[in-house]
């Protein structure tokens, strides 16, 4: 688990539109002209950014199938990755025992997601609630451009294209991107004139002329700033989580390929466990998108 330099902005409860609501309990509201009232429900995801990520495909399809019964809000400590969710009306942070008063319904969400098991979560968590998940149902972060405002004081304009985040491992500054991110970062300097970005948390020296922005970005941020990159490399699970909900390609660090979900066109995932920068390079490369696929020329006859 990587570490934020600041947590979400935490109020008893927001609405979508990020409004503070007044402490009284509010009334549900009227589906239609007919007069009939819609359910409150609060929803529960288990702790943690990697289960509120993969709550979303069940949760979108949950909401489509209520929409005309229920009104959904989000109880979660990154309740803010679902701003712009389809059907999400509102978002809480705090404990649910303590806003159940305001809602008809609370449903918690169980299990703990075990790692390298994310689409048995997902696929489980629509059964919980009653759906079904379709394998094309994956999680997204929907940003918008007060997101992209809130990153400009970081100044990633100034950082060339192709411009490529790291994410070592948050708390582990022997890990191997830890380590070798200096001679990686040459490399990738060397090969592709990378621009170069680190975010997560993260031990070990930044390599140099880099940005650090470790431990300064909530979650949120993360993926805006991760949305104006070209490819993430990755040891942290979470941070490659946060990079696919916005079909950024990833080239992920570990002894084991990373269980994600299927992703959007333009988008893609590869697992390497790597010896040297050499086998991360050929992993960007194996990704085919256009500034890193090897040009080939054709031989004339001669």
Known sequence: MFLFGKESVRRPFLTEDSAPLSGEPTQPILSDGTGTKRMKVLLVPPAGLLPALWAQPAVRIYAQAAASEQEITICHEYADLYIGHPGVHGLAYGDAGELKESFDKVIYLRGAPQKGAGMDWMFDAAGQLGVRLEQQQTPQIIL????????????????????????????????????QSAELSRQLKEKWGAGLLYVGGGGGAAAQEAKDLRGKLTAREIATVLRQCDLLISEDEEIAALAAAIQLPVVYLGRNSWDCWPMKKGAAVVSVCPVKPEDVLEAVERLTISWATPKTTEKSDS
Request: zero cysteines.
């Open 144 to 179: 918008n451009s007060f997101d992209f405002v809130r990153t400009q004081r970081f100044g990633l304009s100034k950082l060339a294209h192709p411009r490529i985040a790291l994410a070592p491992i948050s708390t582990d500054s022997s890990s191997w991107l830890s380590v």
